[in-house]
């Protein structure tokens, strides 16, 4: 093959590499519209979302509450004042890092018994799917009956997220990808000659 003949291949290789789009990490609005408050079912509401990593939790709430991310037993007994991190801004939100279990409450003594805990389970990003977001327990009405994850009943797109930025850990950037085409083609063009 001629030298223009792999050029354009390299060309049209690259155009196609930069026009793929990453896999885009999605922002939930933790209860909705109702927000993270007194009363509220968030087993029910994580029931139907997947969570992975490099998707944001966004807590919405009044003053007087927080948002206390927290170990299992924490989680289960309601127990404030050991929690991994904690915000009382009104508005926090939470970039998932790892695949796993996380468990959040509200750290003023008798809210968390009063619903104001969410226990889910993240996906690795790569799967992109493959767990369900119901609470490691599932339920966050009695979490202490069981303390084996779920298992996944099917795979669920989320329905009440907005798309974000890209994770940088779901797919390869553009510019990435685009630097591996050329790499290829080049060593081909190199080697051919």
């Known amino acids: 093959m001629a030298l223009s003949g792999r050029i354009a291949i390299m060309v049209v290789l690259a155009v196609i590499c930069c026009g793929i789009p990453a896999v885009p990490a999605a922002v939930y609005t933790v209860g909705d519209s109702s927000g993270w408050a007194m009363g509220g079912d968030y087993g029910s509401w994580a029931t139907d979302k997947t969570f992975a990593v490099g998707d944001t939790l966004v807590f919405n709430y009044a003053p007087g509450h927080t948002v206390d991310e927290v170990s299992a ?19 926090t939100s939470i970039t998932l890092k790892s695949a796993g279990s996380h468990y959040f409450i509200c750290g003023v003594p008798g809210h968390c018994s009063g619903g104001m805990k969410l226990a889910i389970t993240v996906a690795a990003a ?5 767990s369900t977001g119901a609470s490691p327990s599932g339920t966050t009405t009695s979490p202490s009956t069981t ?8 795979v669920t797109t989320p329905t009440a997220g907005t798309l974000n930025q890209p994770s940088s850990s779901a797919a390869l950037s553009p510019a990435v990808a685009a630097f591996f085409t050329f790499s290829v083609v080049a060593f081909f063009l190199v080697k051919g000659n």
Not at 76 to 83: A, E, L, P, Q, R
Not at 126 to 130: E, I, L, M, P, Q
Not at 147 to 154: I, L, M, N
Request: hydrophobic fraction near 10%.
């Open 73 to 91: 037993n924490d989680y289960k007994t309601c127990t404030t004042g050991n929690s991994l991190s904690s915000d009382s801004s009104g508005a």
């Open 126 to 130: 790569a799967s992109s799917g493959g």
């Open 147 to 154: 303390t084996s994850p779920a298992s996944p009943t099917g």
